[in-house]
């Protein structure tokens, strides 16, 4: 079996490099070893989990906003039952709509375990423990990333869970520990909290959500508090006791002192994530990696393995569906003979919880950090007439700009429908923008993207409506 590009993995970034690929008149071929296409993202991340954080937002407003908007119901009541069958619903329809793009763009599908055998070959080796050769004149490296594990935790996907485990709990249980304030946590803890759980959140650190914004951070911590979300920064989880019927979870102080013991039914480790790299033979075919367990790279996304490269999780940068989509399509280009290019000063991050996080470019930290002279403009939703009726008062935007040239350095939301919001201000830094490009282009009234413009006059000059 002889194809143009092989790629290991069906995830964002395999998958979408597949298809750009045959696009561009290539044989592709992509090999996968699980019973679906889609990888993490489709299957047990990015999609199912959205159907649960939406569907749990739905049944919270049908219960507390309902009434002030004039809408009588009876206490709505929760069927996790339904709710679960709607998330498998979205999964398969995701996955199911992936196949029919690999069908529509004539890509071979092979099942089984992928290993890079060498420069130009793929040693696939199926269920049944049979194996076969696949010759590509490219290899793509797309498997993504696993959950990281808690030393001295074992995961059972029952009461101990991973990501993985928390979606699809048969019960909703009373005390929920979890372990990490990062994005999965706080989505995953927000999901149980609405539909009734006692969330506790344990970080290590003194603060939740890192990397991002240290001022959205602590808004975003306050309104999550006031919801009913506890934490306990600067706190460790030292060990679980699974022995009883009730998980027995001993948290220390991060920086030493005494203990204290949590009880819980179900306990979520969400410490983040690493590469998925066992298994692809990539010690023996040579390739080179970096300190941190990921595939090493170039700026064309090659390995030092003559025809292999890598993209997504496994190597440098932030562990995002859509960053691993857009190194799919710079590769396949690349791979065509075009130029292929991703800019990752310009890539969005969001966070799911309510209201929703998301941020673009240089934090204030960093630009403080680098000496970069900026101005910030603020804008809060309590002052916009569209997030008011919506009862969507909580966050505010916040627009960095440079001090001398205007241009929009980075651009931080919290809020209604931050993740969608964001994509003005990714298009606008794309094309270098500056706050004053950003405040004066003519915005629809009323409309959350208001708040948007209005915190980039405050970056530029003045707000009109504060």
Not at 8 to 24: D, E, K, N, T
Not at 228 to 243: N, Q, W, Y
Not at 257 to 278: C, H, K, N
Request: proline content about 4%; aromatic content about 4%; charged content about 25%.
């Amino acid at each position: 079996m002889s194809y143009d590009l092989a790629v290991i993995g069906s995830g964002p970034g395999g998958y979408v490099c597949a298809i750009r690929a045959a696009q561009l008149g290539l044989k592709v071929a992509v090999i996968e070893k699980d019973a679906t296409l889609g990888g993490t993202c489709l299957n047990v991340g990015c999609i199912p989990s959205k159907a649960l954080l939406y569907s749990s937002e739905m049944l919270e407003r049908a219960g507390h906003d309902f009434a002030t908007l004039g809408i009588k119901i009876a206490p709505p009541e929760l069927d996790l039952g339904a709710m679960m069958a709607h998330r498998v619903a979205m999964v398969e329809a995701n996955t199911s709509g992936v196949e029919y793009l690999f069908k529509k763009n004539k890509i071979e599908t092979i099942r089984g375990r992928g290993a890079v055998a060498g420069p130009g070959k793929v040693s696939v080796t199926a269920d049944d423990g049979a194996t076969s050769m696949v010759e590509a004149r490219a290899i793509v490296i797309a498997t993504g990333s696993e959950s990281t594990p808690l030393p001295g935790v074992t995961i059972d996907e029952k009461r101990i869970v991973s990501s993985t485990g928390a979606l699809a709990l048969d019960a909703v249980p009373k005390r929920l520990v979890v372990v990490g304030a990062g994005v999965i946590g706080l989505e995953l803890g927000s999901v149980w909290r609405r539909l009734g759980s006692e969330v506790t959140v344990v970080e290590f650190l003194d603060r939740i959500l890192p990397g991002l914004d240290g001022e959205v951070a602590k808004q975003s911590q306050r309104v999550l508090a006031r919801q009913g979300m506890a934490f306990k920064l600067a706190s460790k989880v030292a060990a679980v006791d699974d022995s009883g019927d009730t998980l027995k979870v001993t948290i220390e102080p991060a920086a030493g002192g005494d203990a204290e013991i949590l009880e819980a039914d179900v306990v979520l480790v969400s410490i983040g994530r690493r590469p998925f790299t066992e298994g692809l033979g990539l010690a023996e075919a040579g390739v080179a990696m970096d300190e941190r367990g990921r595939v090493a790279v170039d700026a064309h996304f090659r390995t030092n393995v003559e025809g292999v490269y890598a993209i997504g999780d496994v190597i440098r940068g932030p562990m995002l569906a859509h960053k691993a989509e857009d190194e799919g399509v710079a590769v396949a280009e690349i791979v065509a003979g075009q130029a292929g290019h991703v800019n990752y000063g310009v890539i969005p991050n969001v966070v799911y919880t309510h209201p929703e996080i998301a941020s673009v470019g240089k934090t204030e930290e960093e630009l403080k950090a680098a000496g970069v002279a900026y101005r910030a403009g603020k804008f809060p939703f309590s002052a916009n007439g569209r997030a008011r009726v919506m009862l969507e008062k909580d966050g505010f935007v916040k627009v960095l700009a440079d001090e001398k040239t205007d241009r929009v350095l980075g651009v931080h939301i919290v809020g209604p429908f931050a993740g969608e919001l964001i994509a003005e201000a990714a298009v606008l830094m794309e094309f270098a923008g500056a706050a004053e490009d950003l405040a004066r282009v003519c915005h629809a009234h009323p409309t959350l993207s208001e708040a948007v413009k209005e915190a980039a006059l405050a970056a530029w000059f003045k707000p009109i409506h504060i």
